[in-house]
């Protein structure tokens, strides 16, 4: 299994990105496809989570009503959609994947978000 993180960059506080996760080397139909991030000297932490098949989702509450999760099941993609960005956002943030609610057991490389004040 492979998740190929992309999409980051630098933005001004108030603007958008939409990262990317391209995901390949099985059927996802049963996985959970998640978002983390990591900040410097801060631990990993959740972002959002979408069901592959359903496309239940599930987000942090500090990006609740920013941040929108979604699939391309045609392109075994999902995007974090990114709005009204604050510079608190700024971190490396992950994709990853898990059978069903266990733990996740595959992760991309990260990408760099820098939200600038």
């Known amino acids: ?7 980051g960059g630098l933005v ?6 939409r990262l990317s996760c391209a995901a390949s080397g ?5 996985y959970r496809m998640g978002w ?3 900040a410097p000297e801060k631990e990993r932490e959740f972002v959002a989570y979408i069901m592959w098949s359903s496309g239940f ?8 009503g920013r ?10 993609t999902v995007y974090l959609q990114m709005n009204s960005l ?23 490389q990260g990408t760099l978000v820098t939200v600038s004040s």
């Open 36 to 38: 983390f991030r990591q």
């Open 86 to 108: 604050k510079p608190e956002d700024t971190a490396v943030y992950y994709c990853a994947a898990s059978y069903l609610y266990k733990v996740y057991e595959y992760w991309g």
């Open 26 to 30: 099985r059927a996802f139909s049963n």
């Open 12 to 17: 001004q506080a108030g603007g958008s990105l």
């Open 67 to 76: 941040f929108t999760i979604s699939r391309d099941t045609s392109k075994n």
């Open 57 to 64: 989702t599930s987000y942090a509450d500090s990006v609740k």
């Open 1 to 7: 299994v492979q998740l190929q993180a992309s999409g």
